[in-house]
């Protein structure tokens, strides 16, 4: 796809090629990142390809293409591609300094909305390791009661985060902190202040590592996904949190990786004093998120 090649090629033509490129590299979702990385290489909306296929594409704009189709084939991930990632009906800008939202994490974002639904008056969200802020804007655009303080230790994230913000219109609703560690901002100044402590921590153990998608392991930030020995470092030290924070009404919501959701609400319950654990599938079956009310007992 050089300018050396004949512009005569359509948009059917360069979005079959492309397809076909990426399922001869295993892409499992091959013709769907074929629309999405032609569209942004034309600058155009994806439905537009559809009613334009028998355009010629361009030699410069067969140029654009190139990078984006041999850097998908090698595995990075098309929102790296692109710069941005849809996660609840909001686009999100994205880079290599942030997780890659997943949909998994929209049911955390539900179970949240569906808890503020029973809250009276301004709901206090702390999100803990905002990462791209994906959980708390979610949460604020949704709910104009919500005022959402987002915490991470990676100043290149808070960056990408405050953009987030700012593209949104969610200034005065969204805070944005750096700390050290997830306990360096002083929980002690939010005692019994926190009606929803959210988190989507890295938890993913050394036992686990191998299993991950190479695309993780090469191009998204090790930090928002590995989790030491175990995966539990950073749960236990959520429990210890939320003991603090919680106000009386206050719960928090963590999403889990495969098999984890048992363990997380029995460190809840013992490290955090917190009440019995609730626990939502995602779409597969799997338990994704572990919810956790103050113990009033």
């Known amino acids: ?9 359509t948009v059917r033509d360069v979005l079959g090629g492309m397809a076909g490129y990426f399922r001869a590299r295993g892409v499992e ?11 942004h290489a034309l600058q155009v909306r994806r439905m537009d390809l559809y009613i334009t296929m028998e355009r010629p594409v361009s030699p410069s704009e067969l140029d654009a293409v190139r990078p984006l189709m041999v850097s998908r084939g090698e595995g990075k991930p098309v929102a ?3 710069g941005t990632k849809e996660f609840y009906s909001l686009s999100l800008r994205v880079n290599e300094h942030v997780l890659v939202p997943r949909p998994e994490t929209e049911i955390l974002v539900d179970e949240a909305l569906a808890r503020i639904q029973h809250l009276p008056g301004p709901i206090f969200v702390l999100d803990l390791g905002t ?24 100043l290149d994230a808070l960056k990408i985060a405050r953009q987030n913000v700012r593209d949104h219109d969610l200034e005065a609703r969204v805070h944005l902190v750096a700390s050290r560690s997830l306990t360096a901002f002083s929980p002690e100044r939010l005692r019994g202040k926190v009606d929803l402590l959210v988190s989507n921590p890295p938890y993913v153990g050394d036992d686990d590592l191998d299993a991950v998608d190479d695309s993780v392991r090469r191009y998204e930030p090790r930090g928002a996904w590995a989790a030491g020995p175990d995966g539990y470092i ?5 429990a210890e949190i939320a003991k603090i924070v919680l106000s009386k009404r206050g719960e928090i919501l963590v999403e889990v990786g495969h098999k984890m959701a048992s ?4 460190i809840f319950v013992a490290r955090g004093s917190l009440g019995p654990p609730q626990i939502t599938k995602d779409l597969a079956g799997i338990p994704r998120v572990v919810r956790s009310a103050r113990d009033s007992s």
């Not at 979702?29 to 569209?39: C, G, K, Q, S, V």
């Not at 950073?234 to 959520?238: A, D, G, I, R, S």
């Not at 363990?263 to 029995?266: I, Q």
Request: charged content about 20%; proline content about 2%; overall charge positive.
């Open 29 to 39: 979702t091959a013709r769907l990142d074929a629309e999405i990385l032609l569209a």
């Open 234 to 238: 950073y749960y236990k030290q959520l």
């Open 263 to 266: 363990r997380v609400g029995e």
């Open 131 to 154: 990462g791209s802020g994906c959980i708390g804007i979610a949460l604020s655009s949704q709910c104009e009661r919500c005022r959402v303080v987002g915490v991470d230790i990676s």
């Open 80 to 82: 790296q591609l692109t």
């Open 1 to 9: 796809m050089s300018q050396s090649q004949s512009p005569s090629k």
